[in-house]
């Protein structure tokens, strides 16, 4: 048997995993976070935090008061009560109360103090553009990828107006109305003068596809997205599989974009909960099976909320090159399930996947979720590389360095944009190190 990697070389590859993955900066293909432009839509702070529909969630199992009770409070209130309920009556054990712990503790908060008060003072002295620099830095976050959707009254007139854009802010451009809910959102492409009907007639197929057209190029969209009930399924004759079919997938394949696919979400299973009320169920991997099948020059994104859905999306990966599957999304952003779902992809995918994904709604966020996650993928994929070097396989510091740029958002560049192949990712990385003080 060849003689194995010496455990002193074995050591310094794995330091070089962890410093990479600590070093590299991170594309965050998928958060709910906004461009400084957007003003007040740019949620950050203590207080946006510690509401963050996550924790609401949490805190209602605490509370005995009624929900409507919560909801008539202020924000500072609910904060408040959240703090009180999930942070002193409760130790902050979850990962949603750690990661505000994380946070503050990053931003060089001593949260030993448990001084709210001191806390809200601190955040209140920032200017929003710099604190978003200022946090991307420090969570080594080197592009920030929105939600952006047409059908959102607030965002709307935001692009209507034009903005400068900041250069570390990507788009995506989220359809759900379009596909979940036709007959209503019928009446807004119409009342914006698109010509279409209730009807899917070939005229309002047109006329959907010169709204997606309009809306791709307003914001520069890198992909279409649109998150499924768990009860999805294709083929079938829905108004959602159609206008997919009809309307979406053509306009990916003529712009070269992918389409994002989210299943398994339950909107509204305890309404009550307002925002933090939406469930999990499993979905039908085979339906996402026959629908890539059927579309093969189209590329797909899918990442599914429900636990038992991961392995059939890797071995569907497997199929399918023309899928790329991304994140721990949700319910799944959970340590415990992002290592078992990062152990299974990369021994299933290699590295052509993209492990994570902030989701984040609060900018500070970032610095939790990136934090949280580096940890668990250094781990990970330290313990694959021990395994590959129990061969006599040697990865050396370079290839370990590109494997990290891969899956922080280097594989999935290249698969939204395969046409700028290397150039993208290498540019994109590379701005990232020139940003870096004191780089060469
Ligand atoms: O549909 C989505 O993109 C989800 O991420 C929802 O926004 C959800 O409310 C969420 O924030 N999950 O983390
Ligand atoms: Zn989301």
Redesign the pocket.
Known sequence: MVEVISSERSEAVLAQVRQAVKQTPVYDV???LYDPAFGDLLLYGIDDLLVYHYLVAEGFRQFDLPYEQFWSLSKEQQADAIWDALFIKNSPISESCRGVLTTLNLLGLDVKKRDLKNVRKWFADWDKADYTNHIMEKANVGSICM?NSPFDDLERPVWEQGFDRHHGFTSALRIDPLLLDWQRTSESLAQWEYDVTPELSDKTIAGIRHFLEDWTRKINGKYLMV?LPPDFCYPGDSECARIMESAVLPHCRDHGLPFAM?PGVKRGVNPLLKMAGDGVSKACVTSFSHLISAHPDNNFLITALSRENQYELCVAARKFRNLHIFGC??FTNIPYLINEITSMRLELLGLSFTPQHS?A?VLDQILYKWSHSREIIADVLCDKYTDLMKTGWEPTPNEVQRDVESLFGGAFIKFCEPNAGESATAQFFRRQQEAVPGHA
Do not use: V
């Open positions: 998928h958060t709910h939600t998150s989210m999304w949700w989701d709604r």
